[in-house]
């Protein structure tokens, strides 16, 4: 008769001790090796910025050179001198910055807002509408990109920033992400916030906004960097050079001075640095948020 003393440890292959509730804790061998596939996986993504910030403290010659010279020779800081002399960089910048802030807060705004009435708010249909909403995302871009430009055309915003502001200032991905992270406020909050009297705005802005900071930031990082990298809503819609963001001034910059290497990446570190930046201030945030959107209870 075989007893649980005669039944094998499953831990016999060196991988570690059990743990609290059966679970194996990971040898010493095991976790070193998953931390040098991590570094050599952050390395690989990482190793093309490193290239081009590099890049932009060269000669122009020194580029593409083969081999790679990664260290330059002499650091060049006149590149980021010549490239705001030769380019509308501070205007380019201007319309991003002014796209990127505007579109976030009405996104976040929007998308709050309607999150709240289809997580909180009873009413018929509701879960109907909510589908019909969220499966919009689906529908590729390319589809209604005629029609929408026919209709901004008819209400004379092509060619003003205010088309691109018009066009992004809903999104169906922020309303179901913040959905999926008001299901997790309990709803005895809300309820009791009811039976004190406050209205289904006061419980929006009292309760519900300050307990999803988390998801507010995930919203806010994801919405910025998109409006950011835009490089088809600007180029369909802004065609004076005066309304350019940052891609398409690195655009009609890049063919204007196809032979300037140095100057190309040195505007190309301009336009990443801000999201870098904003990424690595909100990436608490950002994981948090992404983490328990979606969890219920």
């Known amino acids: 008769m075989t007893t649980l003393l005669d039944v094998p440890r499953l831990d016999r292959g060196g991988f570690g001790e059990p743990g ?15 931390y040098l596939v991590l570094i050599a996986a952050a390395a690989g993504l990482l190793l093309p910025f490193f290239w081009m910030l590099l890049s932009s403290l060269k000669h122009n010659n020194e580029v593409y050179t083969v081999p790679i010279t990664w260290i330059p020779d002499t650091v060049v800081w006149q590149n980021y001198v010549d490239i705001w002399r030769k380019s509308d960089m501070t205007t380019w910048l201007g319309n991003t910055l002014f796209l990127s802030v505007t579109v976030t807060l009405l996104q976040v705004l929007t998308g709050s807002f309607a999150a709240y009435g289809f997580a909180k708010v009873r009413f018929r249909g509701r879960d109907a509408l909510f589908l019909a909403y969220v499966a919009t995302i689906a529908v590729p ?7 929408q430009f026919v209709l901004m055309s008819k209400l004379e915003l092509s060619d003003t920033r205010w088309s691109i502001v018009a066009l ?4 169906a991905l922020g309303v179901f992400l913040m959905k999926q992270y008001y299901e997790t406020i309990p709803e005895e909050l809300s309820e009791a916030a009811r039976m004190d009297g406050m209205t289904e705005y006061g419980i ?12 507010l930031a ?9 409006t950011w990298n835009d490089y088809l809503g600007p180029l369909i819609y802004l065609r004076s050079p005066d309304l350019r963001t940052i891609q398409l001034g690195l655009s009609t910059f890049i063919n204007q001075y196809n032979a300037e290497y140095a100057l190309i990446m040195t505007g190309s570190v301009l336009s990443v640095l801000p999201i870098a930046v904003i990424f690595l201030l909100g990436q608490r945030y950002f994981v948090e948020g992404l983490a328990t959107s979606g969890l219920k209870g």
């Open 20 to 34: 609290a509730g059966g679970a194996r804790r990971v040898g010493p061998f095991w976790r070193a090796l998953g």
């Open 141 to 147: 871009w390319q589809s209604y990109m005629v029609p």
């Open 168 to 171: 992004q200032a809903f999104s």
């Open 204 to 215: 929006y802005r009292r309760i519900m906004l300050p307990l999803s900071v988390p998801a």
């Open 218 to 226: 995930s919203l806010t990082l994801l919405t910025f960097v998109n």
